[in-house]
Structures are given as structure tokens and as C-alpha cells.
């Protein structure tokens, strides 16, 4: 539903590895290509149909892949299992993720439900909110639980990603909450610009904006008619 | 340093009356808030030279906001910040917060429980 893609790697947050942030985020889309084809039985696919296949160019294929430290042979290209396990393991898509959601509302339910992230080795393995009403409440195997139980499911359960899923007013909260549980990283799905401490990195995942992007962008294509 | 002046924010009474009766034996000067709205209208005044705030107030993480606050009001930018708080134990985290110039904005980072003596030893190495 929300992929790296649509979201800005805040400057203060970048992380530590030397790879450029507009090149992690292309990064998924090598992984999910390279996994097709290799599940379709192609052994090789060169920068070419990588480019063709994803709207980029050849040049730019080969420069993003120079980053990952995998290299191609001449003439026939990438081995797509060595370019998806060199993906999986540069983007930590070789080993499950446990990730938590804020925000019991519409949103984050949604999320907890997206089977999606579990295949993609995202463990959904708590839902929170504030609310009394929804505490309790079930949300496909989880049952929604108090702030104050964030820390305990963290520690135990050791959660890397926090999703900020309520409303903007809210956000800076919930990301204080987590930098204080020990969660590493936060997907913020609210326009709210977030403080964290340098050692916590944040993804900006910004569903409106991208829609006010794209409704500009619409009333600039002249009219059809 | 005497007559200098220490604002509290915290939203337990007891633990206020404490601090104010040993800093004010002390020679200090003392303002107190017990909530983080009117802790920045009280600073705005007094213009203390140190502020000793709690977390866990409004809200659980109420005293990180002020913090934050305090850094982001002209006339208070500057002010040293003592975060005083409990919230390690209370909510079981794995460590304390700690001194962040994005995050948490404060000199340092006191947990309570907490003898008055390193309470004041703080504050000492901060304004004297």
C-alpha cells in the first residue's frame, strides 16, 4: 500500500550506510523485479530490461546496483537470485521485521490487516491507541492495546519499526512515545514534521501531499477535450 | 550562586513543596508550574536561570514537548534545562531519554527517585 517510494528520508535521519537516499529508494523496486523474474524461471536479466521494466535508464540501473556491491557479467547481465539476496540482505528484507502501529482508527487497522507486510517480512505484532473505546478491540489477530503497553511489546518483542498512523495533532506524541520504547524506526503516515534524537531514523510516508502533488500535476495536463 | 532564580515544573505537589523549601534555604530564588502550558508563560516572567522540568505531567511525554518549547522561544533559547523525571521506571522503558539537540533539548537528564544533594550538585554546575 505505502512503499519507500512515495516517502522523503529526512535529512536528520538519513541512515548510516553510504547508499544515497534516492537510491535506497529504488532499491525495493530492483527487489520486487528481481523476485519476479527469478520466480518466473529468468536466470539473467540485464540493466536494459531492468531500466524497461521500471521507467529508468540503463545508466541509472548500473550506477544504483554499484551501490549494493553486486556486479553483472558481460553479455548476459545480473543472476537475479544473487541480485534479490544482495537486495534482501542491503535492505533487511532477508530476515522478518517486527513492526507496531499507532492509531486504531480506519488507517491503521488497514495496515494491521494488509497481508501484504507479512509476506513482504513485515510482523505486524501490535496495535495501540489512546482511545478507551477501541482498546481491547479486535484487529484481525491483534487486539488493540493501551500507550502504556508500547514499551513492554518493544523490549519483548523486539520491534524495530513504529507506524504513526492518528491524527497530525498526535504525531509528535506518538513518535516520543516510541523513541522512548527503543523503536528505531518510525513510518510517519501524518504531515507533521517530526523531531527524533539522531539515532532514529524516519521515513515520511506523506499519502496527502502525494495527492496534492498529483491533483497539481493533473490540472497542468491540458484538458482533453 | 545565591539569589539566583530556578523555575520547577512538575505536577507533584509534594515533591515541589520540597524542592522550593530546600532551594529557597539555600538562597535561591524559586518559581513553580504544574503542567507545561503554564510552565512557559511562568519562564516568559520569571526569566529564570535554570528550569528543572518533569516528563510525565498532561500528558506522559509532556515534559519533552516543553523542552522543546523552551528551546523554541526566543526569549527563554538559552535557558538551561534539567529534565527531572521518573518515567524510566513508571513505564518501563529500556533506558533513560537522554540530552538530544533535536529531541531533547535539555542539559542533562535526572531520574528520579533522587537525593536533593545531586539535585543541587546539577544545578551548581550549571549557573554557579
Redesign the interface.
Known amino acids: 500500500m505505502f512503499s519507500k517510494e512515495q516517502g522523503d528520508m529526512s535529512a536528520?535521519s538519513a541512515p548510516a550506510t553510504s547508499i544515497p537516499a534516492t537510491v535506497v529508494r529504488r532499491l525495493p523496486k530492483y527487489l520486487a523485479q528481481a523476485q519476479k523474474l527469478r520466480q518466473a524461471g529468468v536466470q539473467w536479466v540485464s540493466s536494459k530490461a531492468l531500466a524497461e521494466a521500471l521507467g529508468l535508464t540503463p545508466s541509472t540501473v548500473r550506477q544504483d546496483i554499484t551501490h549494493i556491491d553486486f556486479s553483472g557479467i558481460s553479455k548476459r547481465g545480473y543472476a537475479t537470485a544473487g541480485l534479490e539476496s544482495t537486495l534482501a540482505r542491503t535492505l533487511g528484507a532477508d530476515q522478518d521485521i517486527c513492526v507496531v502501529v499507532v492509531g486504531a482508527g480506519n488507517f491503521g487497522r488497514a495496515l494491521v490487516l494488509h497481508g501484504e507486510f507479512a509476506r513482504q517480512g513485515f510482523r505486524i505484532c501490535g496495535i495501540f491507541d489512546n482511545g478507551a473505546p477501541v482498546i481491547g478491540k479486535k484487529v484481525g489477530k491483534l487486539r488493540v492495546q493501551p500507550?502504556?503497553a508500547l514499551?513492554?511489546v518493544?523490549?519483548g518483542q523486539d520491534v524495530d519499526l513504529g507506524i504513526i498512523a492518528v491524527p497530525q495533532a498526535a504525531a509528535?506524541?506518538v513518535a516520543?512515545?516510541f523513541?522512548?520504547?527503543?523503536v528505531r524506526g518510525i513510518l510517519n503516515l501524518t504531515t507533521t514534521h517530526l523531531?527524533?534524537?539522531?539515532t532514529?531514523a524516519v521515513v515520511d510516508a506523506r499519502v496527502l501531499a502525494s495527492l496534492r502533488e498529483l491533483a497539481y500535476a493533473v490540472r497542468m495536463i491540458e484538458p482533453r477535450f | 550562586m545565591k539569589g539566583k532564580h530556578i523555575l520547577i515544573v512538575d505536577d507533584d505537589g509534594d515533591f515541589v513543596a520540597s524542592l522550593e523549601a530546600c532551594f529557597k534555604a539555600k538562597g535561591y530564588r524559586v518559581s513553580t508550574a504544574a503542567e507545561g502550558a503554564s510552565a512557559i508563560d511562568v519562564a516568559k516572567q520569571a526569566r529564570p536561570d535554570v528550569i528543572l522540568l518533569d516528563v510525565m505531567m498532561t500528558t506522559d511525554t509532556e515534559g519533552i514537548e516543553v523542552s522543546r518549547k523552551i528551546a523554541e522561544t526566543p526569549e527563554l533559547r538559552g535557558t538551561p534545562v534539567i529534565l527531572l523525571t521518573g518515567i524510566r521506571t513508571a513505564r518501563s522503558l529500556p533506558f533513560a531519554p537522554s540530552p538530544d539537540e533535536n529531541w531533547l533539548p535539555v542539559k542533562s537528564v535526572l531520574e528520579k527517585p533522587i537525593p536533593l544533594d545531586r539535585i543541587l550538585d546539577a544545578i551548581r554546575r550549571l549557573i554557579g
Open positions: 536528520s500507550m502504556s514499551p513492554d518493544v523490549c509528535q506524541q516520543d512515545h523513541v522512548l520504547a527503543g523531531k527524533v534524537p539522531r532514529v
